[in-house]
C-alpha cells in the first residue's frame, strides 16, 4: 500500500466516508454501457408490432438483408423458441415470454426480430423494409374488461387471469359480523415508470472459435442476466459472460433480460462475432422495457371499540400487461407486505393479475407495496376516524411487535416500528399541528410500512458470495456479485469489508457483477443487497482476516483465538497489545517462509422460509424493516394545488453502514413516492400504446417543488444483520401517498382514493364535499 | 472541416452538417461523460456550457458552435484536483447513479461561475431542466450550496 492510509477512514462502518465511485462519477470518467464504443461495433434495432394483438402469419427480411450495410437480421426462426419468464420456481405457468415471438404479438412493441447494421440510420431504414403479415384479432386494454369470460384471450390458458393469490387467515366473515365498525373502500392506482436516466442498453459480442457471448449490460441482477440468456440461447453458463457496466439507475426495470440483450447476442454471432449495441430511445423506454402495475384494490374491513383491526378482507387487481414478468410476486407483495406492520389474526384478500394487450408490468422499487401502502394506508386512517381514534393512537395500537411471528409465519425478531411511530410524530409536532391547522388549510397524515431483505423470489436459495484479496502491498479488492445500480452497495460493501478486515477504507477496491470473475449473487432487489451480501461479505473478510492471523500465529506462537486485527493493527485480543501493524502482517505472509495469498471467501444464504403461494404462508426474509412517515401539507382551495410543507422519515434501519447514503436512499424514494402521488400516470390509447411516454408528457418530480424532507434513522442492531444493519432502499416510498392523502384529509376534509392527486381531483372533491354538506344542511 | 474548441482544445472535424454537439462529443470525440437521457431537451443529462451558459447539446448542432468555448464535465478537473463543484457532489453524497451527474454538475457550474451564493431557489431554479430519478435532489442542493462556499473561499484568498 504505497498510498497514505486515511485515518478518517478507519472503523468506516457507520461513518458516510464518500462513495468508492463517486471521483468517477463526477468527472465523467465511469462507463456505462451506453458510452461502450468497439471498432466495427454494429448497432442492433427491434422489429417491433405495430399492432396491440395478432397473429404473425409470415415475415419476410430479404429485403432488409439485401440494403447495403446491414450485417444481421433474426427472427424466432433463429432461436429454439424457448420461452422465459422469472417466477419459474413457485409459477413455472407464468413462464410465458419468447426472446422473439413466433406466432402472436400482444402489445404494440412486442419484438419479433432484430436488425444490426454498420449505422444507426441504415438498422431504421432497415427496419421499414421488413415485411410482416399479421392477423390482426381483437384486443383489450382495460383490466377489468379483460377479467369477463369474453374478452379477447391473449395466452393459451383458460381467461387472462394469469394468476390468483388466495390470502386467507383466520375467519374474516365472522370477525367482520363481530367488528363495531365496518367500512369499504376502492382505490385506483395507475401505470407508472421507472424512468431510470439509463435507458436500457447493451453491447454483446460473440466469439466464433470458441462460441462464447460476452454482454455488457445495464443490469440489476447479472447472474439472472445470465441465466435466462443461458437457457433461452440453450449454453453453459461459463460460456456466457455478463459484465455489469456502471448502471444509470433500475428501480426495478432491470432485473431482468429483455428481448434487446437475447438479440444483441444472437446478432452479434449471425454477423461473425462483430459486436452489436442496442440502446433503447425513451419512447422504446416507456414502451417495452418494463412498468409498474396499476392496481386496484378493493378492500372491507372492520374494527372494534377499542381501535383493534377485527378483519381485512379485499380484492386486488393487478393489470399485468402482455406477459407475467414478476407480476406474481409483486402481487404477492401487495398483499403480504400488511402482515409485517398490522397485528392481524382474520384477512382475507384475493389477488388477480391479469393479462391486458398494453406494456408489460414488472417489478418497480417497492414491488406493489406502493400500490398497496396507499390503498391500506389510507384505509387504516378511515378505519380509526370510524371509531374517532386517532390515527397514531389507532396504529400503536395495531402495529407489530419485536420478537413475534406473525399468523402467517414471518418470524420477527427485531422491529423498531413503535419507536419510528413515536420519533415521527414526536418530531413533525404531530400533537400540536395535526387537526389544528384546518383554518390554513394545512394538515398533517401518517403511514407506516414495512420491508423485506430478500424474499427468495426467483430461485430456492438467495445466496450471496464474496471474494476478499489482499495484495502483497496490503491494498485490498472486494469481488462481489452485487449489483450496484446507484444505491452505493459497493461502498457499503467495502466499508463492511474493511470494517471486519480491520483496516482503513482508503485501501480498498471494488470489483462488482462480473459473471465470469465475481461470485453468483441474485441481484438487487427486495432491498436485500446490504443485509445478504453484507453478510456474505463479513464472512469473506473474516476468512481473509484468519489467514493472515495464522501465519502471524504461527510466527510468534500465539495462539490464533487471541488474535485479532483492528485499526490497522494485529492486537492481542487479552491485553488489546499491538503485535504488529496490518503492512508487516501481509508482509510476513507473502515472505520467504510463508508465501501464502490472502484470498478470503464467503457465502451466506438467510435463514428463511419460502412463501407458499397457496396460502401465503411463510417466513420471507431474514429481518425485517420498518418506518414511520410524515407528511405536513397545504392545500390552495381555489386552483386545487397541494403543497408539501415538509416530510419526516424515521427509519428503522438496524444499522447504518453510510448514514449519508442512507439518506440518499430515503430522499431518493420520497421524490419518487411523491412524483407518484402527484404526477406520473402512465397512460394508455385504445391500442394499449403509451399516450405520454416521453419525459414531456411524463412528468417526474424536479428540483423546483422539492420539499424538505427530515431522515431519523433508528438503530435497532439487528443481530442477523451485518454489523446489525437491515435493508433499507424500497420502504420509504411506501407510505408516502397515504401520508399525503392523510395529510390532505386533515387539512381540507376531502379524501381522494385514486392517485395521481391532479388539481381537478381535489377541485371536484371540494365541489362534491360541499353538496353533501348542503344536503346534510336541508 | 469544422473546427470545435472544447475544454481548450481545438478538435478538427468533417461533419455533415446534422449532427448534433451531443452525437459529436460522444460518437467522433470519444467524450461520453456527456449522456444522453432522452435526447429531446427534457432532461438536460447533455448539459455542457458554452459561452458561459449552460445549453443543450442535444438540440445544438456542432456546426453552429464553431468558434465558441465549450466546456464539458471532462474540463472541469485539475488532473487529479477536482473542480469544487466535484468535490461537493461526493462529498455531500448527491451522487447516486451518476448518468444525470454530468449535466447537473455543469448547471451548478454555470450558475456558480456567476454567483457564488445563490439562494435555495436561484438553485432550485438553475437545476429544474436537469433530471435525477436517485438522489430526490436535496443534496444536490447542499452540494451546490458547499461549493459556492468554497468557491467564495478561493476568490477570496
Known sequence: ?778 | MTILTINNKEYSLELKGHETLLEVLRDHLGLTGTKTACDDSECGACTVIINGKSVLSCITLARDVEGDKITTIEGLADGEELHPIQKSFVDTGAVQCGFCMPGMIMSAKALLDKNTDPSQEEIKQALDGNLCRCAGYLKIFEAVEQAGKEMRNEKSN
Not at chain 1, 376502492?186 to 421507472?194: D, I, K, M, N
Not at chain 1, 409465519?409 to 416500528?417: F, M
Request: neutral net charge; contains cysteine; aromatic residues 8%.
Open chain 1, 1 to 778: 500500500m504505497k498510498n497514505q492510509i486515511n485515518k478518517e477512514y478507519l472503523d468506516p462502518v457507520g461513518k458516510s466516508v464518500p462513495r468508492i465511485d463517486g471521483k468517477g462519477i463526477v468527472t465523467g470518467q465511469t462507463k456505462y454501457a451506453f458510452d461502450l464504443n468497439f471498432a466495427n461495433m454494429l448497432i442492433g434495432k427491434m422489429i417491433r408490432s405495430p399492432h396491440p394483438h395478432a397473429k404473425i402469419i409470415s415475415i419476410d427480411t430479404s429485403k432488409a438483408e439485401a440494403l447495403p450495410g446491414v450485417r444481421a437480421v433474426i427472427t424466432a426462426k433463429d432461436t429454439d423458441e424457448i420461452k422465459f419468464g422469472s417466477n419459474e420456481f413457485f409459477f413455472p405457468h407464468t413462464i410465458d415470454q419468447m426472446a422473439l415471438e413466433s406466432e402472436k404479438v400482444r402489445y404494440v412493441g412486442d419484438e419479433i426480430g432484430a436488425v444490426a447494421a454498420v449505422d444507426e440510420e441504415t438498422a431504421l431504414e432497415a427496419l421499414k423494409l421488413i415485411d410482416v403479415k399479421y392477423e390482426v384479432l381483437p384486443h383489450v386494454v382495460d383490466v377489468q374488461e379483460a377479467m369477463k369470460p369474453t374478452a379477447p384471450q391473449i395466452h393459451d390458458s383458460l381467461n387472462n387471469i394469469a394468476v390468483i393469490f388466495p390470502v386467507n387467515f383466520g375467519n374474516s366473515d365472522r370477525a367482520l359480523k363481530e367488528a363495531d365498525y365496518v367500512r369499504e373502500d376502492l382505490f385506483f392506482t395507475p401505470a407508472a415508470h421507472q424512468a431510470a436516466m439509463e435507458p436500457h442498453v447493451c453491447v454483446a459480442q460473440w466469439e466464433k472459435h470458441t462460441n462464447k457471448i460476452t454482454l455488457w449490460a445495464s443490469s440489476q441482477a447479472p447472474f439472472k442476466c445470465r441465466e435466462t440468456l443461458a437457457k433461452t440461447l440453450k449454453m453453459d453458463l461459463n460460456n456466457i459472460r455478463v459484465i455489469k457496466m456502471a448502471v444509470g439507475g433500475g428501480f426495478g426495470g432491470k432485473l431482468e433480460m429483455l428481448p434487446m440483450d437475447f438479440s444483441a447476442c444472437l446478432l452479434s454471432k449471425k454477423a461473425g462475432g462483430l459486436p452489436v449495441k442496442i440502446c433503447y430511445n425513451r419512447e422504446e423506454e416507456f414502451l417495452a422495457s418494463r412498468r409498474k402495475h396499476g392496481i386496484i384494490y378493493k378492500l372491507k374491513s372492520g374494527v372494534k371499540k377499542d381501535g383493534t383491526i377485527a378483519a381485512i378482507t379485499g380484492e386486488v387487481i393487478a393489470d399485468g400487461g402482455a406477459y407475467c414478468s414478476y407480476g406474481p410476486t409483486v402481487l404477492a407483495a401487495a398483499i403480504m407486505r400488511i402482515f409485517m406492520v398490522y397485528k392481524i389474526q382474520h384477512l382475507r384478500v384475493t389477488g388477480y393479475r391479469v393479462y391486458t394487450n398494453t406494456p408489460i408490468s414488472g417489478a418497480m422499487r417497492g414491488f406493489g407495496g406502493v400500490q398497496a401502502g396507499f390503498a391500506i394506508e389510507s384505509h387504516m386512517d378511515m378505519l380509526a376516524e370510524g371509531i374517532g381514534m386517532d390515527p397514531v393512537e389507532f396504529r400503536l395500537k395495531n402495529i407489530t411487535t419485536p420478537n413475534m411471528t406473525t399468523i402467517n409465519k414471518l418470524i420477527i425478531s427485531t422491529n423498531g416500528l413503535k419507536e419510528c411511530i413515536e420519533r415521527a410524530t414526536e418530531t413533525a409536532g404531530w400533537s400540536k399541528k395535526r387537526g389544528k391547522q384546518k383554518h390554513l388549510h394545512r394538515g398533517m397524515g401518517i403511514g407506516i410500512a414495512g420491508d423485506v431483505m430478500g424474499s427468495k423470489m426467483y430461485k430456492s436459495h438467495e445466496s450471496a458470495g464474496s471474494i476478499v484479496k489482499v495484495e502483497e502491498d496490503g491494498s485490498v479488492y472486494l469481488f462481489t456479485g452485487a449489483a450496484d445500480t446507484g444505491q452505493g452497495s459497493d461502498t457499503a460493501l467495502s466499508q463492511i469489508a474493511c470494517q471486519e478486515l480491520g483496516v482503513s477504507y482508503s485501501r480498498i477496491k471494488c470489483k462488482a457483477g462480473d459473471t465470469e470473475i465475481t461470485p453468483f449473487d441474485t441481484g438487487s432487489f427486495a432491498s436485500r443487497v446490504t443485509f445478504i451480501t453484507g453478510n456474505a461479505t463479513i464472512l469473506g473478510a473474516r476468512d481473509a482476516k484468519m489467514q493472515i492471523l495464522e501465519v502471524v500465529a504461527k510466527e510468534h506462537g500465539l495462539n490464533i483465538d487471541n488474535l485479532d486485527i483492528k485499526t490497522e493493527q494485529v492486537i492481542n485480543t487479552e491485553d488489546d497489545s499491538a503485535i504488529m501493524n496490518f503492512d508487516e502482517a501481509v508482509e510476513l505472509s507473502y515472505s520467504f517462509n510463508y508465501g501464502k495469498q490472502i484470498i478470503g471467501r464467503g457465502s451466506y444464504n438467510p435463514k428463511t422460509t419460502p412463501i407458499d403461494f397457496r396460502t401465503g404462508e411463510g417466513n420471507v426474509s431474514g429481518s425485517y424493516g420498518f418506518e414511520a412517515q410524515i407528511a405536513e401539507v397545504e392545500v390552495n382551495t381555489d386552483t386545487g394545488d397541494i403543497t408539501i410543507l415538509k416530510m419526516w422519515d424515521a427509519h428503522d434501519i438496524g444499522k447504518a453502514i453510510n448514514p449519508q447514503s442512507v439518506e440518499g436512499q430515503i430522499e431518493g424514494s420520497l421524490a419518487m413516492g411523491i412524483g407518484y402521488t402527484f404526477m406520473e400516470n402512465l397512460r394508455f390509447d385504445k391500442k394499449g400504446r403509451p399516450a405520454n411516454g416521453n419525459f414531456a408528457n411524463y412528468r417526474l418530480p424536479r428540483s423546483v417543488g422539492t420539499p424538505p424532507i427530515e431522515s431519523i434513522l433508528i438503530e435497532t442492531n439487528d443481530p442477523q444483520g451485518p454489523f446489525g444493519a437491515k435493508g433499507m432502499g424500497e420502504a420509504s416510498l411506501l407510505p408516502t401517498s397515504a401520508a399525503i392523502a392523510n395529510a390532505i384529509y386533515d387539512a381540507i376534509g376531502i379524501r381522494l382514493k385514486s392517485l395521481p392527486f391532479t388539481p381537478d381531483k381535489v377541485i371536484e372533491a371540494l365541489k362534491k364535499k360541499k353538496q353533501q354538506e348542503k344536503k346534510d344542511e336541508a
